[in-house]
């Protein structure tokens, strides 16, 4: 079974330029979730999806972060124009549906290789 | 909000020795699973460790053990008869057991980077 895959695995742009990145998750899961690591500090998170809907986008830092799920299957983040601080590696998960309610639901996530974007 | 924290940003450990890696969280839910990730240079986030709130009993895969102190919040990773394959960065997080919360974004900590020495 091919797991979540990501592309480009490392972009290098200029300040001001855009960047797409892409993550295809593993088939059938509902559940995707991008997250971002700036060097040295936390992964964190930056947005859910069920399906192709945005469940949660809490940690999306700004309005240059645009993140697509057409069609509920691969998702596309945008950044647009790309500054300094965007820079990091930037990781895909993705998961089963929760399987019912009050009961605990699955909750491995698998994760992608990741992108390391570059602002230069 | 759910916090986790890892307090060694770096750790050493000779060849087959063991080595712990710690992790304390803070969290008002009673319900919730904890995680230790594995990120090898190739990126690649790897479960290393999973392990239920309600559950007692530590968790354990192969040389990977789990210290679980809930009253303390305190979940630490044991690496038994350590490898050089084991170097790699270690994340350990938390996720909510509540789905109709709707809130299970994992909650990761900033890592803690082991060494592996021949």
């Known amino acids: 079974e091919a797991g979540v895959t990501q592309f480009p695995s490392h972009s290098v742009i200029e300040k001001g330029q855009t960047v797409t990145l892409r993550c295809d998750p593993i088939s059938g899961h509902d559940n995707l979730y991008w997250y971002r690591r700036v060097m040295g500090k936390e992964i964190k998170f930056l947005l859910h999806f069920v399906k192709e809907s945005k469940q949660d986008e809490s940690g999306m830092p700004n309005n240059r972060f645009l993140a697509e799920r057409t069609g509920g299957t691969y998702s596309t983040l945008k950044v647009q124009p790309a500054e300094l601080e965007d820079s990091g590696v930037y990781f895909c998960?993705?998961?089963?549906?929760?399987?019912?309610?009050?009961?605990?639901?699955?909750?491995?996530?698998?994760f992608g290789q990741g992108t390391r974007l570059t602002v230069v | 909000a759910q916090t986790v924290t890892q307090s060694q940003p770096e750790m050493s450990v000779q060849e087959a020795e063991t080595v712990t890696l710690s992790c304390t969280y803070d969290t008002s839910e009673s319900d919730y699973y904890l995680f230790w990730y594995k990120q090898p240079p190739s990126r690649q986030m790897i479960l290393v460790i999973r392990q239920e709130a309600y559950k007692q009993q530590n968790a354990t895969e192969n040389r990977f053990s789990v210290n679980f102190q809930k009253a303390a919040k305190s979940f630490s990773l044991k690496i038994s008869d350590s490898q050089l394959g084991d170097a790699a960065m270690y994340f350990c997080?938390?996720?909510?057991?509540?789905?109709?919360?709707?809130?299970?974004?994992?909650?990761f900590g900033k890592g803690t980077r082991l060494h592996i020495l021949p």
């Open positions: 998960a993705s998961s089963q549906a929760p399987v019912g309610v009050g009961i605990l639901m699955n909750t491995e996530a698998f």
């Open positions: 997080a938390y996720r909510s057991a509540y789905p109709e919360n709707r809130d299970d974004k994992i909650i």
